[in-house]
């Protein structure tokens, strides 16, 4: 008998010789583009006018006529806010929206005082020359009390003109005139902004020469005071921004308000304000006698 037995064979597998792997550790980080500088350094050349160009302090027939529009704007508004509510025999609610107005002006002038305060520079538009204005102030802040009236209120008057004439164009357009809650929160609001850079300008002043009626109005806390805003101009300047009555300035510096809002453009935008770094020797508070040829 015969027996089947299965007969395989496997053929050879080649060998093939590869390379050795080899890893390659490069101590040199790839050049990654820098991101676009969103912010404005254009270095800052601060001039102390009272000393180089005390004509600059002066007022002229331009500030005057733009101080009393902004007057003549803000006055219209009350006018029609008294002559409304002596139609309708309530003189409540105009109170009270004319007090709502005088807080949210001392709120706006800290938002506004914070923003040029830390960001743009000469170069920004429409506020460069605000933002190199306020820097020399800091580094001679008794000037603004030599500046006169319209000369320290006229940038703020023109911008409240502008303002009212279309709002209280608004309230017309509404119908009847608008009420008389709504003239008296406009005239009051506008007034304070027009008039917060000369509570600023006293502020700054000393108290042996401010008229007895404004100090007392800084002792009661209905203006800003001078210690009060002298905590502004200590360094890092990064506290009590607001210049008509300061009564915000305690609850956005202990709630860190602007600290939050630094934090956001910081990671949304990647702008620092200038509160963060060191402040440079030129921008250093000078007095009136160390400046004095």
């Given amino acids: 008998m015969y027996t089947l037995t299965?007969?395989?064979r496997f053929s050879r597998v080649p060998?093939?010789?590869?390379?050795?792997?080899?890893?390659?550790?490069?101590?040199?980080p790839p050049t990654v583009a820098a991101p676009p500088r969103l912010d404005d350094v254009t270095r800052m050349s601060p001039t102390n006018v009272a000393i180089h160009d005390p004509s600059s302090l002066r007022s002229?027939?331009?500030?005057?006529?733009?101080?009393?529009?902004?007057?003549?704007?803000?006055?219209?508004s009350l006018a029609k806010s008294v002559a409304a509510a002596a139609d309708s025999g309530s003189a409540v609610e105009p109170l009270l929206a004319a007090y709502v107005g005088y807080i949210l002006a001392d709120l706006?002038?800290?938002?506004?005082?914070?923003?040029?305060?830390?960001y743009g520079g000469p170069s920004t538009p429409v506020f460069g020359s605000q933002i190199e204005a306020f820097q020399g102030h800091h580094r001679w802040p008794w000037t603004i009390t030599r500046r006169q009236f319209a000369n320290n209120l006229h940038a703020l008057a023109r911008s409240?003109?502008?303002?009212?004439?279309?709002?209280?164009?608004?309230?017309?357009?509404?119908?009847g005139g608008g009420d008389a809650?709504?003239?008296?929160?406009?005239?009051?609001?506008?007034?304070?902004?027009m008039l917060s850079q000369q509570f600023h300008a006293w502020a700054h002043e000393k108290r042996s020469?401010?008229?007895?009626?404004?100090?007392?109005?800084?002792?009661?806390?209905?203006?800003?005071?001078?210690?009060?805003?002298?905590?502004?101009?200590?360094?890092?300047?990064?506290?009590?921004?607001?210049i008509v009555s300061g009564v915000w300035n305690a609850a956005l510096d202990r709630w860190k308000v602007f600290e939050a809002a630094e934090m956001?453009?910081?990671f949304r935008f990647g702008v620092r304000p200038r509160s963060w770094g060191e402040t440079r020797p030129e921008w250093r508070e000078e007095t009136e006698a160390a400046t004095k040829p």
């Fill in 6 to 8: 299965p007969y395989f």
């Fill in 15 to 28: 060998r093939h010789h590869h390379r050795p792997c080899r890893a390659t550790i490069s101590t040199h």
């Fill in 60 to 76: 002229t027939w331009s500030h005057r006529a733009w101080v009393a529009t902004g007057f003549a704007s803000v006055f219209s």
């Fill in 108 to 118: 706006g002038t800290g938002i506004y005082h914070w923003a040029i305060d830390n």
């Fill in 160 to 175: 409240v003109a502008l303002a009212v004439l279309p709002i209280e164009a608004l309230l017309y357009a509404g119908g």
């Fill in 181 to 193: 809650a709504s003239h008296a929160f406009v005239g009051t609001c506008a007034g304070c902004v």
């Fill in 209 to 242: 020469r401010l008229p007895a009626a404004v100090a007392a109005l800084q002792e009661a806390g209905v203006l800003v005071s001078r210690p009060m805003h002298a905590a502004h101009h200590r360094e890092p300047y990064n506290t009590n921004y607001c």
């Fill in 264 to 266: 956001f453009i910081f």
